[in-house]
């Protein structure tokens, strides 16, 4: 009986907003126009599809959840995104506080996928009023796979589209990779050590191109040409952990004033996968580990990839 209220609890700790499913829902049809993003497909999502990640004998369990955002009289989207479940696989006899503290472990990392699922809602509607969010009709379509499932970490991807009734529909994509040992998001400068190295592995089309929606990736080199980014700058940005930031200096230092998303990354079982952002779309390019080992910092190689 207590294993059981203790499963109940993790639930509901987990789950505050609207509760969690076993597996992947459809969001609700509750409103009254059609969702237009509700048809797409993607070449790279039926790839990843045919060949799923197995977590089979890994010890935990990982979910679908949801929650709602939105207001309550219009516009009550559901976002989805990983929850992670190691207290199910606890042994009975187990002390209470260890699955206490495996519940808040797990609340721990879902939180972070949670987060991850809000990034590009919240940058489509940050700068709607609450007028616009109770009178115009939104649309988003929120889907993600886990790309990597191991011991270690947890590797994940969102494709996401955001349409507002009458305009044209933005898309986009998060990654995010989590240390299942310190429960915390990784960042590419702490994995990479040649930025400038990596840059010219890109430019070079030594990465290859991954299909989004019914369209071939342009070549990097190609796509390269249309940033409004000189090379120094694009160094930079994967230096910030893939963001733009403005500063502006201050009596106690440089203080970031805004930071906008222009690369993504996440690990696709032995690959590094960097994801361009642009208005409206991505464009992802992927390169095996062992091409670029050389300049993958040890002892993340060895915390966080190294089986």
């Known amino acids: 009986m207590k294993k059981i209220l203790l499963l109940l609890m993790v639930a509901c700790v987990l789950m505050p907003f609207s509760g969690c499913t076993t597996q992947q829902e459809q969001p609700s049809a509750e409103q009254e126009v059609e969702n237009p993003l509700n048809n797409l497909e993607t070449t790279y999502f039926a790839e990843t599809e045919s060949k799923p990640i197995s977590i089979e004998n890994l010890a935990y369990d990982i979910q679908t959840g949801h929650f709602l955002v939105g207001t309550e009289k219009n516009n009550r989207i559901e976002l989805y995104y990983p929850q992670i479940d ?13 699955w206490l503290e495996q519940i808040k472990s797990d609340f721990q990392r879902t939180e ?8 590009f809602y919240v940058e489509q ?13 939104l649309f988003v379509d929120s889907r993600y796979r886990i790309q990597t499932a191991n011991d270690k970490i947890i590797s994940a991807l969102y494709q996401e ?7 044209s529909a933005s898309y986009s994509a998060v990654g995010i990779t989590v240390s299942l040992a310190e429960n915390r998001a990784l960042q590419i400068n702490e994995m990479i050590t040649d930025f400038d190295t990596l840059l010219t592995l890109l430019e070079t089309d030594q990465f290859t191109p991954v299909p989004y929606f019914e369209n071939e990736t342009m070549p990097f080199s190609q796509l390269m040409g249309t940033m409004p980014y000189m090379r120094e700058e694009i160094v930079e940005i994967l230096k910030n952990n893939n963001k733009r930031a403005m500063f502006t200096e201050t009596e106690e230092g440089a203080e970031i004033l805004w930071e906008n998303r222009v690369f993504e990354w996440y690990l696709w079982d032995n690959q590094l996968v960097i994801v361009y952002i642009e208005d409206g779309y991505n464009h992802q390019y992927a390169i095996k580990l062992e091409n670029i080992r050389d300049i993958i910092e040890d002892s993340f190689y060895q915390n966080y990839i190294e089986v």
Do not use: I, K, Y
């Not at 972070?112 to 990034?119: D, E, I, K, P, V």
């Not at 509607?125 to 009709?137: H, I, K």
């Not at 589209?161 to 305009?167: D, E, H, K, Y």
């Open 112 to 119: 972070l996928f949670r987060q991850a699922a809000m990034t």
């Open 125 to 137: 509607t940050a700068n709607m009023t609450e007028e616009e969010m109770n009178t115009e009709q």
């Open 86 to 98: 190691t207290v199910s696989a606890l042994p009975d006899g187990v002390e209470q506080t260890v």
């Open 161 to 167: 589209g955001v349409s507002r009734l009458g305009r």
